[in-house]
């Protein structure tokens, strides 16, 4: 466990490294690479043993959180899990690929995601989600007219307009 907490909090340095120094580009990319990975994670886990999540995470819960997770979650955790691992995704898609209006709605996808399982403790490696969420609320300060791979194309190559880092 002690291993998954450590790796919570270097994947959240990364991620705000990342938002925070080239938000156009690589930040993107990161936020969104993290959340496809989730959403790949998260349907493998709930197709594969489902109990691990009201055991993993039902001890660690606050109470409210706790006993939703050993109530109605538990009789049918693919019935939770597989919309959240559906939000991920789109918010994996949305914020690297989307432009505008898109990649900001995936952007505060990620932010209510990151927040709301706080209520889950250590669980979710609290309070390494609430620092992984300073990321997409930076991108937020930003406009996205292409996607994330435009950006990093047109930073690399001589005479390109967007500043470093912008």
Same mark, same amino acid.
């Given at each position: 466990?002690l291993?998954?907490y450590?790796?919570s &909090?270097? #994947?959240?340095?990364? $991620?705000?490294?990342?938002?925070?120094?080239w938000?156009h580009?690589v !930040? %993107?990319?990161? /936020?969104?690479?993290?959340?496809?990975?989730?959403?790949?994670?998260n349907?493998?886990?709930?197709?594969?043993?489902?109990?691990?999540?009201?055991?993993?995470?039902?001890?660690?819960?606050i109470?409210?959180?706790?006993?939703?997770?050993?109530?109605?979650?538990?009789?049918?955790?693919?019935? &939770?899990? #597989?919309p959240?691992? $559906?939000?991920?995704?789109?918010?994996g898609?949305?914020?690297?690929? !989307? %432009?505008?209006g /898109?990649?900001?709605?995936?952007?505060?996808?990620?932010?209510?995601?990151?927040?709301?399982?706080?209520?889950?403790?250590?669980?979710?490696a609290f309070?390494?989600?609430?620092?992984?969420?300073?990321?997409?609320?930076?991108?937020?300060?930003?406009?996205f007219?292409h996607g994330?791979?435009h950006?990093?194309?047109?930073?690399h190559?001589?005479?390109?307009?967007?500043?470093?880092g912008?």
């Amino acid at each position: 466990m002690l291993a998954g907490y450590f790796f919570s &909090f270097i #994947l959240a340095a990364v $991620l705000v490294v990342a938002c925070a120094r080239w938000p156009h580009s690589v !930040g %993107r990319l990161v /936020v969104g690479a993290a959340f496809l990975s989730a959403s790949a994670i998260n349907l493998t886990i709930v197709l594969v043993a489902p109990r691990l999540y009201v055991e993993g995470f039902g001890p660690t819960a606050i109470p409210l959180y706790q006993a939703f997770i050993e109530g109605p979650f538990a009789a049918n955790p693919a019935l &939770f899990v #597989l919309p959240i691992a $559906l939000g991920q995704l789109l918010c994996g898609l949305a914020v690297p690929f !989307g %432009r505008g209006g /898109v990649a900001r709605l995936g952007l505060v996808g990620c932010i209510v995601f990151l927040v709301a399982i706080t209520g889950l403790g250590v669980g979710c490696a609290f309070p390494a989600n609430l620092a992984m969420a300073i990321g997409p609320a930076l991108l937020l300060r930003h406009r996205f007219a292409h996607g994330a791979l435009h950006g990093l194309h047109r930073k690399h190559h001589r005479g390109a307009e967007l500043p470093a880092g912008r």
